[in-house]
């Protein structure tokens, strides 16, 4: 493994530089459009370093890494918006959930399918894998996000302080219990079949690793820290526009989620599909396992509103996600007609999303 690239340590720097400055000073046009191509910089970053930790420490595990160390980062974004908003954002945490639900299950998923077919025209993956994760997404997906709306004790799409406790505890327990089967108990389901590329290069050393474990935490964070930094503009270009306010959570959520996007997208051009629907799956999975259990926590000490159901339109998305996405990986192949349906959905998601 040859020695870290300059650019891959740089740019983090850079980020916090940008990062720092926009604290400090008004953000104008030179300001927000110097932090957006740095935030593009610092994902590109991001995806390097995870691949050197996955490389050393083998799959799924290198894949879990990025998944969890993400959503660890997007919880703690919805939790800081929750304490500093109020009431008012008492949707935040549903609304970047479901958003980030769809924008892995369809648009990241359709674009590695795409691109990995439209190279190696057939893929194949484990079906035991694929199945198990998509089991997994839909009873979270149901339980946090359709049930809130048909409970009896609380009107609307809320449930009461018991039903949260509830439903945080097992969303918990199922994400924990999918991770032990998947790095444990049938770690094999999660792993790239024979025939498929290997990542290249030798492998990283230890030192090598823990440097970039470092920076890939260092680069999340200035992520995070440069999307939160950037939603004002976000929001006020959003209003100006006569978008829905719900618009605002998809484009956080899009952002967040550029790391593990770009390095799905990648392992699928190489030939690694399996790789890829492990980071896929698996951090939609975690975006529910691990964001709705710490919300609930929070929303209980401070006594937060929190709103879970999702309206009827979304409910219909996801239901047509789900269905798609159980249809699309029920036989360990794919080719380019799975992911232009996925990305036909995708589109619809954000047209919908645009024009409601």
Sequence with gaps: MTRLPRWAWILPILAWLFLIASKLVPIGLPMLVGCTLVLAGVVFAAVHHAEVVAHRVGEPFGTLVLAIAVTVIEVALVISVMLSAGPEKAAVARDTV??????????????????????????????????GALAVLAALSVLTLILPNYTSSTP????TPAQLAFVGVVSLVLYCVFVFVQTVRHREYFLTPTGDSAAPGARPSVNQMRLSFGLLLVSLVAVVGLAKALSPAVEAGIDSSGAPKTLVGVVIAALVLLPEGTAAFRAARLNRLQTSLNLALGSAIASIGLTIPAVVAVALIFSLPLTLGIAPKEMVLLA???LLSVLTLATGRTSILQ????????????FLAVVP
């Excluded at 992911?339 to 954000?350: C, D, S």
């Design 98 to 131: 479901f958003s980030a639900v769809m924008i892995v299950c369809t648009g990241v998923v359709g674009l590695c399918l795409l691109a990995g077919a439209s190279r190696h025209r057939e893929q194949e993956f484990r079906v035991q894998g694929a199945n």
């Design 156 to 159: 609307g799409p809320t449930y």
């Design 339 to 350: 992911g232009a349906i996925h990305l036909t959905v995708f589109a619809v998601f954000l």
């Design 320 to 322: 047509l996600t789900l």
